[in-house]
């Protein structure tokens, strides 16, 4: 360690949360349903790793407490004006923007999982089948629409995950820092003096 990257920020259930669910993700995104296990484990995985970090958020230490990132909306319409003109001030943590995105991302995450276990639910002989009759969504159209907004969320999920890695290369560059080194190590270099907020 150097005294550069002096300062301890992501704790080491944030980084195991993040690259289990990195690979979790994209697996069960590629995998689709050629090959239903799989798809159908990492997605469980998917959704056991938001619960456990929806708890974390709570418990964690300072940078993973959502009190720590999670802003109101005019603060991250704020922040995100200021990055349009160049001033964006450094966060140790997640940014307000940043902070938006890991919000909606775990809400979609939710949904996805959610959506897609009570999908494998709609076949009878599933522990959920008595639950997802129950609610009228087992037959061939109930079926279909869990499929489609099961889709419809996955897809989302992507296209969020993609804004998202564009937020950090460009946070990245915009404060000459790598923020992927950071979710691996868990540290970062102190703010400089210009960087401290007034
Ligand atoms: C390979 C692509 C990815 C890279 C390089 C990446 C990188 C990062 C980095 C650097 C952070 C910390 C951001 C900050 O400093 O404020 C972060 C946070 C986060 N990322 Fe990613 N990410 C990737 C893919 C994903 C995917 C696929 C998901 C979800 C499906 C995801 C969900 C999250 C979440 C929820 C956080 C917040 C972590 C926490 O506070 O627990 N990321 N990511």
Same mark, same amino acid.
């Given at each position: 360690m150097t005294t550069t990257n002096a300062i301890p920020v992501w704790d080491r259930f944030v980084r195991l949360f993040h690259w289990l669910l990195v690979a979790a993700f994209f697996t069960a995104y590629l995998v689709e349903d050629d090959l239903l296990g799989v798809h159908a484990w990492a997605g469980y995985l998917v959704f056991s790793l938001v619960v456990l970090r929806l708890a974390w958020g709570v418990v964690g230490s300072r940078h993973a407490r959502f009190t720590d990132f999670v802003r109101r909306p005019r603060e991250v319409l704020g922040y995100l004006q200021s990055t349009l003109s160049g001033k964006a001030r450094r966060h140790l943590g997640h940014n307000p923007a940043g902070g938006a995105m890991v919000v909606v991302l775990i809400g979609s995450l939710l949904a996805t999982t959610v959506l897609g276990m009570l999908l494998l639910g709609s076949?009878?002989? $599933? $522990?959920l089948y008595g639950f997802v009759s129950g609610v009228g969504l087992a037959g061939e159209t109930g079926e279909e629409a869990l499929e489609e907004t099961h889709e419809l969320f996955a897809n989302f999920t992507l296209a969020l995950v993609g804004l998202h890695v564009a937020g950090v290369l460009f946070s990245s560059l915009a404060h000459r820092e790598n923020l992927v080194r950071a979710m691996i190590t868990g540290r970062k270099r102190p703010n400089r003096p210009e960087e401290e907020q007034a």
């Open positions: 076949e009878p002989g $599933n $522990n």
